[in-house]
């Protein structure tokens, strides 16, 4: 069941029509997209299909990026990217801070994802889950309306991605931001989001609500079967 | 029976050599190893002197040339030319550091700057600037401005080149991380651009530390009036080579000592970087 049931009514992100191209190759073609407030929702496809794109588009960070199309999506907005992004120059505090003040706010960050402690430490002494985990605090001092993820547990053990998983999944619950996350993985997808797209030749190939109480299984199955994973698993 | 195969196991771990990879960083840093070559040199300067297989017109003992500094200090004119020097490097160096510094975020931070100002340093850096002494002394007379002056130009381009390439070398990465936190110009310059700068900028000024001293060497040696430079020059025409050599230490003494303060402060400064230095 998916919580946060009465905000699902505003739509957080609205896409319609939204292409880009790179050199003449269409990416992204026409997309139409509603991300409801507080929704979960992973991002699967092919290497190259453009997941990246997407999220790099409702990011605002695709400058000189040739398309068109029409994308709401709110003020605050955080991103978590794949590598964890730190400045090495500024220590785990300063960084978590990077854009916002409110030390305070920053402790607390750190604290809620396992740092505490490590605030005066410089990135390079942190391991890549930390690292991450910093990053991760980063992105929530902010407070965001949408959080925009790029695989951002691809560079971690499958070990620490599990714990990664649950954090992320409770820091979710508290704060209740929408959430758009990139992944390759199957099974990450299913297990955290409330909802699984799978972009297919520049559109949405398939929208999948993941009913929490229906066997992870099943989904498993049909979304591979969406990326053309048709041999038997498991 | 388990026990002791465990106790075993756990001594053999402590005393045996665990193998370990070759380690390719040079390892940590001796204290004071940086005086160990020249204290080195001396002791064998010394030596040669002592043992009488040194032309002691040509070079002379190093307690000669102590002892003509000594002399030179206490009644000759050496602390005023020491003065005089000093001010001429620092204040070109100043000035070069300054224009340095400027111009390079000038020409790293906007494309016009870059337009206007990158093409010209690279011309003035394609003409030896010790070649520029006569024109400079035509135009700014054969006073204190133009040793500043050939001195600042010295420095200013070690000092703009690396900054420069070292601004526009900032990762990518970086500058999307700082739009996505929001953050304005001027925060983005200075939380981003200038400390991911500062390690080129360290590299351009000690090449302009450098560059300060040859050029007030080359300066003084050729056209002073006052100075060491203007001391040695004398010595020569009096074959003191003891002279010439109380120059040549101070200018070493000059040259290891701003060198030593400007690592001092890089490492203060970038202590976050762990590098095969640290
Ligand atoms: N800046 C760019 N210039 C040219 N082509 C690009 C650029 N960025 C992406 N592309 C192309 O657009 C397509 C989609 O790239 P995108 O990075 O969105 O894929 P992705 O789905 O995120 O893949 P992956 O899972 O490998 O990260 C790719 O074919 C890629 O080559
Ligand atoms: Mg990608």
Known sequence: ?234 | MTTTVAATAAVARDTSQVRRRRRLSPGRRLPAARLVGPVLLLALWAAASAAGRLDPAAVPAPWTVVRTGVHLWTAGTLPTDILTSLRRAASGFAIGLAAGVLLALAAGLSRAGEALIDGTVNLNRAIPTLGLIPLFILWLGIGESFKVAIIAIVVYIPIYLNTHAALAGIDHRYVELAEVQGLSRFAFVRQIVIPGALPGFFVGLRLGVTGSWLGLVVLEQINATSGLGYLMFQAQNYGQSDVILVGLVVYGVFGLVSDSAVRLVERRVLSWRRTLSS
């Open chain 1, 1 to 234: 069941m998916a919580p946060h049931t009465e905000q699902l009514t505003r739509p957080a992100v609205r896409l319609r029509g939204l292409t880009r191209s790179f050199g003449g190759r269409t990416v992204l073609d026409g997309i139409d997209l509603d991300i409801p407030a507080g929704q979960f929702v992973a991002l699967l496809g092919h290497s190259g299909s453009g997941k990246s794109t997407l999220l790099r588009a409702v990011a605002g960070l695709d400058h000189e990026v040739v398309g068109s199309g029409q994308l709401t999506a709110p003020d605050r907005v955080s991103v978590v990217f794949q590598d964890a992004r730190l400045l090495p120059w500024r220590r785990v505090l300063d960084n978590v801070l990077l854009g916002t003040d409110g030390e305070e706010k920053g402790r607390e960050a750190l604290e809620e994802v396992g740092l505490k402690g490590r605030e005066r430490a410089w990135p390079s002494e942190l391991s890549g889950g930390e690292a991450q985990r910093a990053a991760l605090a980063r992105s929530l001092v902010r407070e965001p309306e949408l959080l925009l993820a790029d695989e951002p547990f691809g560079a971690l053990d499958a070990l620490t991605r599990i714990r990664m998983h649950a954090l992320l999944r409770q820091l979710w619950k508290r704060h209740q931001p929408s959430v758009l996350l990139v992944t390759h993985d199957v099974d990450e997808a299913v297990v955290l989001a409330d909802r699984v797209l799978v972009l297919e030749h520049g559109r949405i190939g398939l929208d999948l609500t993941i009913e929490r109480e229906r066997s992870r299984e099943e989904y498993r199955v049909r979304l591979l079967a969406a990326l053309g994973v048709t041999a038997e698993v498991g």
